[in-house]
């Protein structure tokens, strides 16, 4: 990485994806602020996520404030909530690496791609936030069952979307400190194939009755973490 990463901002950071995250990079040792639409929750949250991690680096506060204070920004909200949460946290992200972890699903079948207007949620946020940020796709095909247990193993990739290398090196370092081998899957435009992978795992998972189907790239052994 050209810097040295501290702290990372959770967006959505109260979720079941985000809170596993947090979870994970608070026991590898970073700084974690996680942010929610009112201050008060992220705070009671980021209290429960301590707890549950043996961990005291965890804090909350809301979107706008988590955003300005990470040195890395990590949205993890639902695709309904996407551009509302971009538009809260658009000038706090400028300068910054923002690694999106939306899906764009569509209910009441989640199990089907959708594929929205912008090519895909990842490529949306780029347009909106503009070439101040720089966006990357990452986790999306990552189990929230499984991150919510910080000491489960996760015998899964993450393959990293992204048009700045640095960037997506930002988010293979990540991917490795959750525990997970990060891998670099090309530009940006291949987010739309990341992200649909996310309702094929789904239906996998109803179809056969798993918890946590994943992706795992094979012959590729030295690039292991």
């Not at 089907?112 to 990452?138: C, D, W, Y």
Request: aromatic letters at 2%.
């Amino acid at each position: 990485m050209a810097r040295k990463i501290t702290s990372i901002a959770v967006i959505g950071g109260t979720g079941k994806e985000g809170s596993g995250l947090a979870m994970r990079w608070a026991r590898a040792g970073y700084e974690v602020i996680i942010g929610s639409r009112r201050a008060e929750k992220g705070a009671r949250v980021a209290a429960e996520l301590n707890e549950r991690a043996g961990v005291t680096s965890i804090r909350g506060t809301d979107n706008a404030s988590a955003a300005r204070e990470g040195d890395v920004v990590v949205l993890t909200v639902p695709y309904s909530a996407h551009k509302a949460t971009l538009e809260q946290i658009r000038e706090a992200v400028q300068g910054k690496v923002l690694i999106d972890v939306t899906v764009p699903l569509k209910p009441p079948d989640v199990t089907v791609v959708h594929i929205p207007e912008g090519g895909s949620a990842t490529r949306e946020a780029q347009m909106f936030l503009g070439e101040g940020v720089k966006v990357v796709a990452a986790f999306q095909n990552i189990s929230a069952a499984h991150l919510r247990h910080p000491d489960h193993p996760i015998d899964c990739d993450v393959l990293v979307c992204g048009d700045d290398p640095e960037a997506k090196e930002v988010a293979i370092e990540l991917a490795r400190a959750a525990g997970m081998r990060g891998l670099d899957a090309g530009p940006l435009a291949n987010a739309v194939v990341i992200e649909g992978l996310t309702p094929v795992l789904i239906g996998i998972n109803k179809r056969y009755k798993a918890r946590g189907a994943g992706i795992k790239i094979t012959g590729i052994e030295e690039a292991s973490s």
